[in-house]
């Protein structure tokens, strides 16, 4: 035993990354000078020269041949949700004497051009010039991947059209960078750090899935079209003894988080975390915390990796929001910080009354921020799936507010009332009037679970993001409102001139706090009260996606992702788009699939139930038998076919008529409104049906089958 835990404390040294062209591998391989270069063109964003990304191109290709890949790939996020990929071979042309060569050209490594009409664009991209870019982004590594296909060297790429629109999730999370890098340096200087060059996002998403079996899942039509289950009666055990929760990993859960951590391992992804969810055969992973755009990629492939060992285990993994209705539903927790590139993070409290009063500028600013962007925050977790989970009362609800926790809270309460929190002591230095924040420990602020927006000790929590959703978009937001914030702040203390730093400061915090307090809340964000008085406090509250797609057009927002560079009008008005269009989609898929589900398979289930019934009545009562229970099931099974066939006709309906409809806002509102209360209607009665049909005849395997035999 011993022995065993030894090899594999070391061969998790030996594997990790082996698969990542990084930085070892580039010092490895490229000459001094283009190593030097491309090093360069990674931490300061200056262009790779062409000789230099043909040097860079050939070492990788012949790197990755090593490593038995034959084929590349521009691996890109488009709005799809999904990454996408085209593969090539390293292959040239062939030779006078009919042999090849293998090749990867510095063309080919900086840019692609997929044919990329069929990728969203919410209108950016007419079909008569639909060409798309994929452009390298060199700031995350290329890494290889083995599947069943054999080994590809995947290349992470930015994607945009013609013109330079942002195509992707990638683009607009690099643009945001750069906005929060330029407003929190310059804060920094405010500060007389002139040591920092970079500040940086940080992001450790924690990410939740079921895993069931393989066999159970391909029997359910509602999980491989929807990914989730339409139907199904909750089993006569859920989640209320809490017994699954950090639970010890069964056996053949076990091996698959162990091939999963294996391959995460070795594509470079530091994934540590391990256990149980809530629900039963729910779990969680959790990476260490990394620059914002490699956390969204690693998080891309963990999701992939989780599917991709699923498939080899005879399991089938899960990433929809809400896969059973009645027991919790997944999320992704996201966390967040700023850490400058000499390691200091702007959301550590410190230990010093400077380093205090800092943190506290810098907290105030991002309750600012989230505070006046409330309605973008909750958009950007707004994804078909996290309708259903938003609001239930195992999830954040769907309005935003920020957990501080009580000693923080009571630091600004004071900051606040008295007047005098913030006073200047004799040295000439400022003391924050309060408890020195040196005890704002994690402990002090970990607890609260309800918040939406946690702050914990130095870091935040955002735990509204879907299971499935990238989390792209929820960083785009954070660091562009707060590149926001912090450009208002040093505007404002620049004017005041650096004689009167310190009171301008002073002011700015107090101001902050007296203004933005209303979007503290600490109490339990899953009551109803909180609804009620989240409204008295005015904060916004959007219940569906569809309600939230529409903050993504306001003259806010426009002006805010307009002014950090992040996105254009055109750009904003291209994802709005998408978004309406991909909830109908989304909602049509599953209508269909429950029309199709409620006729092929359970209406006839049904009928063979009444005929099991009524068999078993005529044969009793020709025996003399009292058949008045038999009646009963009898009429009632009847009644809830007919219930079924009913709603299922009025879901036929509203579908088509749905489907009809021009895409945009007002058929996403259609799906919203008409369709989605009718595939409930439908749901019910089948749901009845399935506690009183016999089991061999539900043409399904039940809740119970999938949530506690795997
Ligand atoms: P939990 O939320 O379950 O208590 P932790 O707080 O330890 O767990 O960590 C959750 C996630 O937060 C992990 O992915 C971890 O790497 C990440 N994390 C820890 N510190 C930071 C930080 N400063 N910035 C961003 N993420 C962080
Ligand atoms: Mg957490």
């Known amino acids: 035993m011993e022995k065993q835990?030894?090899?594999?404390?070391?061969?998790?040294?030996?594997?990790?990354?082996?698969?990542?062209?990084?930085?070892?591998?580039?010092?490895?391989?490229?000459?001094?000078?283009?190593?030097?270069?491309?090093?360069?063109?990674?931490?300061?964003?200056?262009?790779?020269?062409?000789?230099?990304?043909?040097?860079?191109?050939?070492?990788?290709?012949?790197?990755?041949?090593?490593?038995?890949?034959?084929?590349?790939?521009?691996?890109?996020?488009?709005?799809?949700?999904?990454?996408?990929?085209?593969?090539?071979?390293f292959l040239s042309a062939p030779l006078p004497d009919g042999s090849v060569l293998m090749t990867l050209s510095g063309k080919e490594l900086i840019r692609g051009e997929p044919d990329a009409s069929s990728f969203p664009s919410g209108g950016l991209r007419a079909t008569f010039e639909a060409r798309g870019y994929t452009i390298w982004d060199c700031t995350s590594p290329a890494f290889i991947r083995h599947d069943e296909g054999g080994a590809t060297l995947c290349i992470p790429t930015a994607f945009c059209s013609y013109t330079g629109e942002a195509l992707d999730q990638k683009t607009p999370l690099l643009r945001s960078m750069e906005a929060i890098d330029r407003e929190a340096v310059r804060l920094l200087r405010l500060f007389g750090n002139t040591a920092?060059?970079?500040?940086?996002?940080?992001?450790?998403?924690?990410?939740?899935?079921?895993?069931?079996?393989?066999?159970?899942?391909?029997?359910?039509?509602?999980?491989?079209?929807?990914?989730?289950?339409?139907?199904?009666?909750?089993?006569?055990?859920?989640q209320e003894l809490d017994d699954h929760y950090f639970g010890t990993l069964r056996p053949r859960i076990a091996s698959y988080m162990k091939e999963v951590n294996?391959?995460?391992?070795?594509?470079?992804?530091?994934?540590?975390?391990?256990?149980?969810?809530?629900?039963?055969?729910?779990?969680?992973?959790?990476?260490?915390?990394?620059?914002?755009?490699?956390?969204?990629?690693?998080?891309?492939?963990?999701?992939?990796?989780?599917?991709?060992?699923?498939?080899?285990?005879?399991?089938?993994?899960?990433?929809?929001?809400?896969?059973?209705?009645?027991?919790?539903?997944?999320?992704?927790?996201?966390?967040?910080?700023?850490?400058?590139?000499?390691?200091?993070?702007?959301?550590?409290?410190?230990?010093?009354?400077?380093?205090?009063?800092?943190?506290?500028?810098?907290?105030?600013?991002?309750?600012k921020a989230v505070d006046i962007h409330a309605d973008l925050l909750r958009e950007s977790a707004a994804d078909v799936g996290n309708d259903l989970r938003l609001g239930g009362n195992e999830a954040p609800p769907a309005i935003i507010s920020v957990f501080l926790g009580e000693q923080l809270e009571d630091v600004l309460e004071q900051l606040i009332s008295t007047g005098r929190a913030l006073k200047t002591s004799d040295g000439g230095k400022l003391l924050t009037g309060v408890s020195t924040l040196t005890d704002i420990s994690k402990d002090g602020t970990?607890?609260?679970?309800?918040?939406?927006?946690?702050?914990?000790?130095?870091?935040?929590?955002?735990?509204?993001?879907?299971?499935?959703?990238?989390?792209?978009?929820?960083?785009?937001?954070?660091?562009?409102?707060?590149?926001?914030?912090?450009?208002e702040a040093s505007e404002e203390l620049e004017a005041a001139?650096?004689?009167?730093?310190?009171?301008?400061?002073?002011?700015?915090?107090?101001?902050?706090?007296?203004?933005?307090?209303?979007?503290?809340?600490?109490?339990n964000g899953y009551s109803e009260s909180w609804v009620t008085e989240a409204k008295r406090r005015g904060l916004p509250n959007y219940p569906s996606m569809v309600d939230a797609i529409e903050t993504l057009t306001t003259d806010k927002a426009v002006k805010l992702f307009s002014d950090a560079g992040v996105f254009s009008k055109k750009e904003l008005i291209s994802r709005m788009e998408v978004k309406y269009e991909t909830y109908s989609k989304d909602m049509n898929i599953e209508a269909r699939t429950m029309l199709?589900?409620?006729?092929?398979?359970?209406?006839?289930?049904?009928?063979?139930?009444?005929?099991?019934?009524?068999?078993?009545?005529?044969?009793?009562?020709?025996?003399?038998?009292?058949?008045?229970?038999?009646?009963?099931?009898?009429?009632?099974?009847?009644?809830?076919?007919?219930?079924?066939?009913?709603?299922?006709?009025?879901?036929?309906?509203?579908?088509y008529s749905a489907e009809k409809h021009p895409a945009g806002r007002q058929q996403a509102i259609m799906f919203r409104d008409q369709v989605v209360p009718a595939m409930q209607a439908l749901r019910a009665p089948i749901d009845a049906a399935e506690m009183i049909v016999d089991k061999d005849l539900?043409?399904?395997p039940s809740y119970a089958d999938l949530m506690f035999e795997v």
């Not at 990410?207 to 066999?215: A, L, M």
């Not at 001139?497 to 307090?517: Q, T, W």
Request: with cysteine.
């Open 5 to 89: 835990t030894e090899h594999t404390a070391c061969s998790i040294q030996e594997i990790f990354g082996e698969d990542v062209f990084d930085d070892r591998a580039m010092q490895r391989r490229l000459p001094k000078d283009a190593y030097r270069e491309l090093k360069k063109s990674i931490e300061e964003g200056a262009e790779l020269a062409p000789k230099t990304a043909e040097i860079v191109a050939h070492e990788m290709k012949e790197w990755a041949m090593e490593r038995g890949a034959t084929h590349f790939t521009h691996w890109f996020q488009p709005l799809t949700g999904v990454t996408a990929e085209k593969h090539d071979a």
């Open 196 to 238: 920092s060059r970079h500040v940086v996002p940080y992001v450790g998403a924690e990410q939740e899935y079921f895993i069931i079996d393989r066999e159970k899942y391909l029997k359910r039509m509602d999980l491989v079209f929807a990914g989730r289950t339409l139907f199904g009666s909750a089993p006569p055990k859920g």
């Open 262 to 367: 294996e391959e995460l391992w070795r594509l470079g992804v530091p994934v540590k975390t391990q256990h149980n969810e809530a629900a039963p055969a729910q779990h969680e992973l959790a990476p260490i915390y990394e620059k914002v755009n490699v956390a969204v990629d690693h998080n891309q492939i963990i999701m992939q990796t989780l599917k991709r060992v699923a498939t080899r285990h005879g399991l089938r993994c899960l990433l929809h929001e809400k896969p059973f209705d009645g027991v919790n539903g997944s999320g992704k927790h996201n966390n967040w910080s700023l850490i400058t590139d000499d390691g200091i993070n702007l959301l550590d409290p410190g230990t010093t009354p400077h380093e205090n009063i800092q943190f506290l500028l810098v907290l105030t600013c991002i309750l």
């Open 446 to 487: 970990d607890r609260n679970r309800t918040s939406p927006f946690a702050f914990t000790g130095n870091k935040f929590e955002f735990r509204m993001v879907g299971s499935r959703d990238s989390i792209a978009t929820p960083n785009v937001v954070l660091n562009t409102i707060v590149a926001e914030a912090f450009r």
């Open 497 to 523: 001139g650096s004689g009167n730093f310190d009171e301008a400061v002073h002011d700015l915090i107090k101001r902050y706090a007296k203004e933005h307090i209303r979007i503290v809340f600490n109490g």
């Open 596 to 655: 199709e589900l409620t006729t092929k398979q359970f209406l006839p289930a049904i009928m063979q139930g009444i005929r099991r019934m009524a068999d078993s009545a005529n044969a009793a009562e020709a025996a003399g038998a009292d058949v008045s229970v038999q009646k009963e099931l009898l009429a009632r099974l009847t009644a809830l076919m007919k219930e079924a066939y009913e709603s299922k006709n009025r879901l036929e309906e509203v579908t």
């Open 698 to 700: 539900w043409p399904v």
